[in-house]
């Protein structure tokens, strides 16, 4: 595991754009795992900047994302679909790109064509990550087991409250969702956590430096053999000092 600390969330999400496309330049990367929420916002706004200026090109890569809402089509502006569309898609062309779709008649059906489209893509090579404030990856809350796949989930109440912001007024946070599972996850070659804010930090001291449970969903990342963690110093302020004093020397 290697950390790397930063003064700023913009600077963090720099330095995992950075990341990633150095990656993208420098290794075999054809899959690439995508996340949504607040905390990417910022890398990709970096990566299509590195796109524009021509430092980077995605047209050989495939794309998967984590995870959707059950009951969104790719239409409604609420949905992860669209998350994508507006903050990288329409910015950058990707070989391909795929999506669990919310909205599909057999929820149960979709994700087994997505496992499936997963191993017939050749598996992702490097997956990035945000975390919930309780932990959760993709949508795995806690309780899920660390070698679930990718399935329908019914989200807690705080994820649903985190997130409603991300709806109208009016217009309550699906129940239940679609997610890739953290087995899932945990087979990607490489994973990249970015964790931003100090709503974040007892979730990031826990994912990685408390016991590997499923009361943290995020701990199973201890595991992985090619982890780097991303954060600025509010997400980072509950990690042990000695730990944020070797960052970047983990292996
Ligand atoms: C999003 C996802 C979630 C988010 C997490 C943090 O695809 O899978 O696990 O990464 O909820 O979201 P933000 O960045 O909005 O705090």
Known sequence: ??????????????ATADHISDK???SSIRVLGLATGRSPIAVYRSIADQVAGQELDLRAIESFNLDEYVGLNAADPSSFHAY??????SHVSFRRSHLLDGDAPDPLAECRRYERDIIAAGGIDLQLLGIGRNGHIGFNEPGS???CRTRPV??????RAAN??????GQAVPEQALTMGIGTILEARAIVLLATGAAKSAALRDALEGPVTTDCPASALQAHPDLTVFADVD????LDPALADRQGQWD
């Open 1 to 14: 595991m290697k950390l790397r600390i930063l003064p700023t969330a913009q600077s963090a999400a720099r």
């Open 24 to 26: 993208i330049r420098t």
């Open 84 to 89: 994508m569309q507006r903050h990288l898609f």
């Open 145 to 147: 087991a660390h070698d």
């Open 154 to 159: 019914t989200l807690s109440d705080s994820t």
């Open 164 to 169: 409603q912001s991300d709806f109208p007024a």
């Open 235 to 238: 997400a980072a302020s509950q």
